[in-house]
T-cell receptor
Framework: KNEVEQSPQNLTAQEGEFITINCSYSVGISALHWLQQHPGGGIVSLFMLSSGKKKHGRLIATINIQEKHSSLHITASHPRDSAVYICAAAGWTSGSRLTFGEGTQLTVNP | DVKVTQSSRYLVKRTGEKVFLECVQDMDHENMFWYRQDPGLGLRLIYFSYDVKMKEKGDIPEGYSVSREKKERFSLILESASTNQTSMYLC????WGQGIDTEAFFGQGTRLTVV
């Protein structure tokens, strides 16, 4: 069993839909990261959180430390949101080394 | 603005060749990482380095070596390239620490094909 698991692996939505991607982890963490990877390869950091909730534009990330679970929400989805979304956990004992989920391929159709 | 730069976007090499992938970061980060990314397997850590001349094996170090002679530069070396090393290679850097210091900054990736 992976230490970080994401679901779903693939997600297709229509423009305007509300989207949720889930991430569960089994290690104690100092931070949980959400990353975005567009076709072509580059990865950018969307959120880094250790508690509560963060919002940036149409993206919201939440984390429940007790349940070891985080969600990434996209409101009013748009085709330009199509990308791979990756969650990654920084464990207390691993320093800056991240453990990655397998990623969720999101496709938003117009 | 943090920048992590990988030397090549696309690379085609022959089986048995020695391959060098270079990565440079400009934010004085202590940590540097090399990952490979394959469909269905996600990002897997090959090697990382937390200081000049220091290196630690990641999850899949076999067939690879690394070099960190200067703080800003981390090189991945494929001693004798094989077709199963065809993959996307990503370099990243971060500060040393916990919490917010774990934010990683990634290069644009090198898509290596070994024929």
């Amino acid at each position: 069993k992976n230490e970080v698991e994401q679901s779903p692996q693939n997600l297709t939505a229509q423009e305007g839909e509300f989207i949720t991607i889930n991430c569960s982890y089994s290690v104690g963490i100092s931070a949980l990261h959400w990353l975005q990877q567009h076709p072509g390869g580059g990865i950018v950091s969307l959120f880094m959180l250790s508690s509560g909730k963060k919002k940036h534009g149409r993206l919201i990330a939440t984390i429940n430390i007790q349940e070891k679970h985080s969600s990434l929400h996209i409101t009013a989805s748009h085709p330009r949101d199509s990308a791979v979304y990756i969650c990654a956990a920084a464990g207390w004992t691993s320093g800056s080394r991240l453990t990655f989920g397998e990623g969720t391929q999101l496709t938003v159709n117009p | 603005d943090v920048k992590v730069t990988q030397s090549s976007r696309y690379l085609v090499k022959r089986t048995g060749e020695k391959v060098f992938l270079e990565c440079v970061q400009d934010m004085d980060h202590e940590n540097m990482f090399w990952y490979r990314q394959d469909p269905g397997l996600g990002l897997r850590l090959i090697y990382f380095s937390y200081d000049v001349k220091m290196k630690e094996k990641g999850d899949i170090p076999e067939g690879y070596s690394v070099s960190r002679e200067k703080k800003e530069r981390f090189s991945l070396i494929l001693e004798s390239a094989s077709t199963n090393q065809t993959s996307m290679y990503l370099c990243a850097s971060s500060l040393w620490g916990q919490g917010i210091d774990t934010e990683a900054f990634f290069g644009q990736g090198t898509r290596l094909t070994v024929v």
